[in-house]
């Protein structure tokens, strides 16, 4: 021979997996890299606590060994995730209806506060007007005091003088 090596001979042949190991081994790969879920309908007839599930994959690992088509993991699992995300949303609005009548409650002694400071402003503004009116009253007095004192003083010069002269 020519020592030619023929093409049927380079190919190497790959053990064959029959259908259930090609199942086996996918969902393997589920448990492994999928995500923990509520089991569906299925699997709780089987008794199983949960099942697994890989996002695009429609059956969930327990199915997909089981060969069932009609998992209905993705509906189980939506409706729990609606449920979980439902009340977490609850929750979440109890909270900010709580902060938010803790703030109502803050701002309403603010406000409480804020009108009795008005007010003792609005007292202290009458005093000082009552001051004010009186300053300026005894400005005025003090004004024809000063005016008669010096009516006075002038009308002794005026008597001083008339006196001198005689």
Excluded: W
């Excluded at 190991?21 to 995500?35: H, K, P, Q, W, Y």
């Excluded at 993705?74 to 449920?83: E, F, H, P, Q, R």
């Amino acid at each position: 021979m020519s020592g030619r090596v023929t093409k049927s001979s380079q190919k190497v042949s790959k053990p064959r997996l029959n259908q259930r190991e090609v199942r086996d081994n996918r969902a393997s790969r589920i448990e492994l890299f999928g995500t923990r879920c509520l089991p569906c309908s299925n699997c709780l007839s089987f008794g199983e606590e949960s099942c697994y599930t890989f996002a695009g994959v429609l059956s969930c690992n327990h199915c997909t060994r089981r060969q069932r088509l009609s998992c209905d993991v993705l509906a189980m699992n939506t409706l729990s995730s609606l449920s979980s995300e439902f009340e977490r949303l609850q929750r979440e609005r109890r909270e900010a209806e709580d902060e938010l009548i803790r703030l109502q409650q803050e701002v309403s002694g603010k406000h409480d506060e804020f009108l009795k400071l008005q007010q003792d402003i609005s007292g202290k503004q009458g005093e000082i007007l009552q001051r004010l009116s009186k300053l300026q009253r005894l400005r005025r007095q003090e004004e024809i005091v000063r005016g008669k004192v010096g009516d006075i003083l002038r009308a002794e010069e005026e008597i001083d003088r008339e006196e001198e002269e005689e």
